[in-house]
């Protein structure tokens, strides 16, 4: 059975590699056949008045780092589209910048909506932009089929904001799964050398999972000298869905914040006082009194939290990868491959989930920029856009230049050389010399260029591969699998965005928000009490009187509505 | 006022002609006061309207005392209030009296020990510059049960048996908090009283000494009375500041389940209720205006007892 | 006086506790400083106490890595040193003013002023005052709301009122006018606590960033805190959407975090400003009444 496996992920890998040559003289053609135009021509046909330099402003409703005017690629964009962007990212708080643009009316030329966007959309600081879109190809075929999901975020069924996530492209030829990122969402992370040491298992069952945990630290009270710390839930402040989300998933649930739903019937439900939720908090609360969860977890802050993580001490966490990659990233520059972590589709029945492994069902609406009233030239913003969105352009952000940056190997096959690989790896090098710092603020192309190379390097199969180290690939071909993400099966999407993007654009005197705010605040105060207390029946029953007080069946509702009324766009 | 019903007008204006500069003087401080600090209290009435920055003014919502009803009704006010007022007064008691002790301390550093001094009081002042976050990082290290320094004397000096989780026990936090202020602002806050203390006649010194006082007895008679009117002045100020008490450390600490009762201060509070929510900006307004109410009715009754004690006063 | 053997004992006991302070209070600022010198990813680890275990200058680097930062250091530098001394003047003078404890508008002035200590309009307000007044975005916003300080006036007037007040009345029966009393006399007189005040001021004025980032966002005003800020909120955010760095390639990789980043700027933003009080320290001397009263 693994074996077969591996031959199969062996063979995909050459099919790629053989279909991707057969295709790549093809898609030379099509790139040159396409009306879109090159870079080069686009500087000789657009004289004039298309080229003279207009500088944007841009503020960033979230936290980046604007680009030194001197990087290589988004001087190149400059020289191809004569427009440079301004960018003004959020360092503090964010209601404290936003609101007092809001209340000027003195906005930038763009903005990047981010978190704020139900607040911009209801000031009314964009500028509806249904009647350009058809006017710029590239930018139409992009959004064209989603211009419902677009629309559906706004009063008044206009488009204000452009995604700028979630619009892949695939080509359909049974390879693009390959193509797809690595897994960093939620799950049970679990360190690799725990299922080496107990024959490559896979503990599904929550039971199961603790009882491994159980076994291996039995028989490894140390790590390194160091004492081992076999379960980690980690706390502190908005971090706190470490302690929270793990119920929903164990039932089957997706990431949808702090309710599961019902696939079927849409009936949404708060589950932190449901009795899933109380099966593994008991089971938290058990694994406390033998030990496995060390008090100061809870109070640990999150530098502390990567701290322990980094010397590869825990064991295991339910945590989203990109929260504690940092601390992954040590292991990995340390090479200590088998103390990094691989993703359990824990359920308490045993069955796998996929926690929230779905493929990408498109843009979700909302997730992007748009162009304020106050921008000095509308057309011109858009056609910046609709020049990003052209492949070669998104090939020179995201891939840089060629001979440069990458190469074009004999099959046609976008590649890196070890040495640009690192170059990549260094944030100061990407800041200088790469436009994906560029490219991220703006709409993207994501998935598959024509030619069947992955849009960014991440994603490219034989890169992917060769990164892996000789431990890692080892321990996949244990299991016949090709990297963490084959851990959790892959989930089929239930035609809805994901709650908590709901609750984003949700206007901001909703009253669900305050009811959200209490249960929030009653979790954080409660939970990590109920997992140490002495009588867990106890805890559990006053932690559940409480939550009865709050009016949480209206939040359920409410969510329900507008699940229903997105449910009708998809 | 009490100076000012007592003379009268005719005092008043041939006293007003002889100051006449000094009137001129004040003027602009008057008009700059005013212009910067009093103008935008128009702001105060968003604490009466549900306030929508992209309304405009006329277009708002009117809700009232809503948003005070909302701040004193809530079950959770008294508890912050509580913790807030705790931490408050350790901190001014714990910081007081150890800057002034430590300028008093410093202040005996001369001759050879000059160079000394002037160096440990460059260095006193260090942990000042430190943000937050790093001072926070650097206690919960110092207190870990993991590989804290603390954890460790107390069980090799055999005075604990067991490590104790200071950080996770809501008795401790307080003085935590206390204790870490002090350590961050006990250099810098103690720089006023040197300064202070340089106002003091050195013949007083001299004759305190002739008077048979030693070290100690100088540093009680002449020193501490030569710097009071300082202590005093700033003891009521910062009376009126009962209700910062402070915002970053009880947030990075204490914002986890086991202590969350009893870090949460008023400010915490007001951002987790006011926090993008409707009304957002008029809640924390409302509390904004609560603060300052309660601020100078703590600094005019501190002034008033001053006064009949016959201290130095602020106003 | 000499020293008897009493007074060296005591003196042994308070060199002993200063000891001890030194090092509590020296020991977290030369921790930050090891830190900003330590790799990013091998500080996650902990356990650096007093050297560096991986040198870099890498978290360095990342500061100075574009010529902003300069700019931004001389518009701090320029912030701080005008914001000092009009702050230092306008205050010392408003206390001088205050000091007269006959003047008919001290009681009206003081409580004008001490108010403003304690009331706080908000954020929106303020900044319509600000663009009324034409300052957003211009470099007066960081001086004129900071004028004059009313903590500075009190502490100023306080030190003022202690002194003798012979001194005072005796320049003033000179026939000079208030404006040169406070020029010639005051200032010289409350040396030590002018120096107080300004080291408070041009410290406060030293580490804002929030002004900046809300009146003056403008690149060409940013100041070293607010770059500072913008870099430390950028690499908090670091790889978390980014699918392209997302690999588990096994690229030893340059990197900085939040904290060492921090480590790194807290030394490059404290040094200059650490350097201040030496030179305002030579004015904390006792000053000689008797050569005054001449």
């Not at chain 2, 950080?167 to 202020?181: A, D, H, M, R, S």
């Not at chain 2, 947030?251 to 987790?272: A, M, P, Q, W």
């Not at chain 3, 931004?72 to 702050?87: E, G, M, P, Q, W």
Request: charged share 20%; glycine share 6%.
């Amino acid at each position: 059975m693994k074996k077969a496996r591996i031959i199969s992920l062996v063979m995909a890998v050459m099919m790629i590699v053989a279909t991707s040559a057969a295709c790549s003289p093809q898609a030379k053609d099509t790139t040159s056949e396409s009306s879109t135009p090159t870079p080069g021509q686009i500087s000789e046909t657009s004289e004039g008045e298309k080229l003279k330099p207009i500088t944007f402003t841009m503020f960033v409703a979230g936290p980046g780092e604007a680009p030194p005017k001197d990087n290589k690629i988004i001087k190149k964009i400059q020289e191809i589209t004569g427009v440079t962007i301004e960018f003004e990212f959020l360092v503090g708080d964010m209601d404290q910048k936003v609101g007092i643009m809001i209340a000027s009316g003195e906005y930038p030329d763009l903005i990047g909506a981010g978190q704020a966007r139900g607040r911009f959309l209801n000031a009314r600081a964009f500028v509806a932009l249904d009647d350009y879109l058809p006017n710029y190809p590239n930018l139409w075929k992009h959004y064209e089929p989603y211009l419902n999901r677009l629309r559906s975020i706004s009063p008044d069924n206009k488009i204000y904001i452009l995604d700028i996530w979630g619009r892949e492209y695939w080509l359909n030829d049974g390879q693009d799964h390959f193509y797809y990122g690595d897994y960093n969402g939620p799950a049970f992370w679990i360190q690799k050398d725990v299922l080496a040491w107990d024959g490559y298992s896979n503990p599904t069952k929550l039971d199961d999972f603790f009882d491994l945990l159980e076994r291996y630290y039995k028989e490894h009270p140390t790590i390194d000298g160091q004492p081992t710390l076999p379960f980690e839930v980690h706390s502190q402040d908005w971090r706190s869905f470490c302690l929270k989300n793990a119920p929903q998933h164990l039932i089957g649930g997706r990431n949808e914040g702090d309710v599961v739903v019902n696939p079927e019937t849409l009936e949404v439900e708060i589950y932190q006082n449901k009795w899933y939720a109380k099966e593994y908090y008991k089971k938290l609360n058990e694994a406390f009194k033998k030990g496995l969860i060390h008090p100061e977890t809870f109070t640990r802050n999150y530098d502390e939290y990567l701290k322990v993580i980094s010397q590869g001490r825990v064991l295991a966490m339910f945590d989203q990868q990109w929260n504690f990659q940092d601390g992954e990233n040590v292991l990995i520059a340390e090479k200590k491959y088998e103390r990094t972590y691989v993703p359990i589709g824990v359920s308490l029945d045993g069955t796998p989930m996929p926690y929230n492994r779905y493929k990408s069902d498109g843009i979700i609406g909302g997730n992007g920029m748009g162009i304020s009233i106050k921008c000095k030239d509308v057309e011109r913003a858009l056609q910046f856009m609709d020049t990003l969105l052209d492949e070669e352009v998104h090939r020179l952000m995201y891939w840089g230049i060629e001979g440069e940056d990458y190469y074009v190997d004999a099959n046609g096959r976008y590649r890196r050389t070890q040495e640009q690989r690192d170059k990549f790896a260094d944030p100061q090098w990407r800041l200088a010399n790469s436009g994906a710092v560029l490219g991220d603020q703006f709409p993207k192309l994501e998935g598959r260029y024509s030619n069947g190379n992955a849009c960014s390097a991440g994603n490219q199969p034989e890169e992917k591969l060769e990164g892996l180290s000789d431990y890692d690939r080892e321990f996949y071909s244990h299991y016949g699998f090709y990297s963490k993400s084959d851990f959790l099966p892959m989930g089929k999407d239930p035609g809805y965005p994901e709650v908590w993007s709901i609750f984003s654009t949700m206007e901001e005197d909703n009253p669900v928000k305050a009811i959200f705010d209490q249960i929030t605040d009653l979790q954080n105060r409660h939970l990590p009490n109920v997992i140490m207390a002495e009588d867990f029946e106890a805890a559990w029953e006053e932690y559940v009187k409480k939550y009865e007080q709050i009016d949480y069946h209206f939040l359920e509702k409410e969510i329900e509505r507008e699940i229903r009324e997105r449910k009708v766009i998809y | 006022m009490a100076t000012s019903k007592t003379v009268s007008k005719k005092e008043f204006w041939k006293l007003a002609r002889k100051q006449k500069s000094l009137i001129l003087i004040s003027i602009p401080f008057f008009i700059y006061f005013f212009i910067f600090n009093y103008l935008p209290l128009w702001g105060l009435t968003l604490a009466f309207q549900n306030y929508k920055p992209y309304h405009k003014f006329w277009e708002q919502e009117w809700v009232g005392l809503l948003h005070f009803k909302n701040l004193f009704t809530d079950p959770d006010f008294y508890r912050v209030m509580r913790n807030t007022i705790g931490m408050s007064l350790i901190n001014l008691a714990l910081g007081f009296i150890t800057a002034i002790i430590f300028a008093l301390l410093l202040n005996e550093l001369t001759g050879n020990l000059y160079h000394f001094k002037r160096v440990v009081q460059t260095i006193s002042y260090m942990p000042h510059f430190l943000s937050w976050i790093i001072v926070c990082g650097l206690v919960s290290n110092i207190l870990s049960m993991d590989d804290g320094i603390l954890n460790e004397i107390l069980l090799r000096s055999g005075l604990i048996k067991e490590k104790i989780h200071f950080l996770g026990k809501p008795e401790y936090f307080w003085w935590i908090v206390g204790f870490t202020n002090v350590w961050k602002s006990m250099g810098w806050n103690s720089i006023i009283y040197l300064a202070a203390i340089t106002s003091i006649d050195p013949c007083l010194y001299e004759a305190a000494a002739i008077d048979g006082y030693g070290r100690f007895g100088r540093m009680w008679h002449v020193t501490l009375p030569g710097i009071k009117s300082t202590i005093i002045v700033l003891l009521i100020m910062n009376a009126g500041w009962i209700l910062n008490a402070g915002f970053e450390m009880q947030y990075i600490l204490g914002s986890n389940g086991l202590v969350l009762d009893v870090s949460e201060t008023i400010d915490i509070f007001v951002l987790k209720r006011g926090f993008g929510r409707s009304g957002g900006f008029s809640f924390g307004t409302a509390a904004g205006m609560f603060k300052t109410v309660v601020s100078t009715i703590i600094l005019l009754l501190c002034n008033k007892i001053a006064a009949l004690l016959d201290e130095e006063r602020l106003v | 006086m000499k020293k008897t053997f009493g007074d060296k004992v005591i003196d042994a006991i308070i060199v002993f506790i200063m000891c001890i302070v030194v090092i509590i209070m020296l020991y977290p600022m030369w921790n930050t400083l090891v830190i900003s010198f330590n790799d990013a990813l091998d500080s996650i680890k902990g356990g650096i106490y007093f050297w560096p275990r991986k040198w870099t200058l890498y978290n360095y680097q990342s500061i100075f890595k574009t010529d902003k930062i300069f700019r931004a250091f001389l518009i701090s530098v320029a912030r701080t040193l005008l914001t000092t001394v009009l702050n230092v003047f306008f205050s010392g003078l408003l206390a001088y003013v205050l000091s007269h404890k006959n003047f008919v508008f001290r009681k009206h002035l003081t409580v004008f002023m001490v108010m403003t200590m304690y009331i706080n309009a908000g954020l929106i307000p303020q900044y319509f005052l600000y663009r009324s007044l034409g300052l957003i975005n211009k470099f007066w916003v960081y001086i004129l709301p900071s004028l004059v300080g009313a903590f500075n006036v009190i502490v100023i007037r306080t030190y003022i009122n202690s002194l003798p007040a012979s001194l005072v009345e005796s320049a003033k029966i000179d026939g000079a006018g208030e404006l040169r009393i406070y020029c010639s006399i005051i200032i010289p007189m409350c040396l030590p606590v002018l120096a107080t005040v300004a080291l408070w001021v041009a410290v406060g004025a030293w580490n804002s960033w929030f002004d900046s980032y809300i009146f003056a966002p403008k690149q060409e005003l940013s100041t070293l805190q607010y770059e500072m800020m913008k870099i430390i909120a950028s690499s908090m955010q670091m790889g978390i959407k980014q699918p392209d760095y997302l690999t588990e390639s096994q690229t030893s990789r340059n990197t900085v975090t939040p904290n060492s980043l921090r480590a790194a700027m807290t030394i490059v933003a404290t040094v200059p400003i650490l350097v201040v009080y030496p030179f305002l320290q030579k004015y904390f001397v006792t000053i000689n009444i008797g050569s005054v009263k001449e």
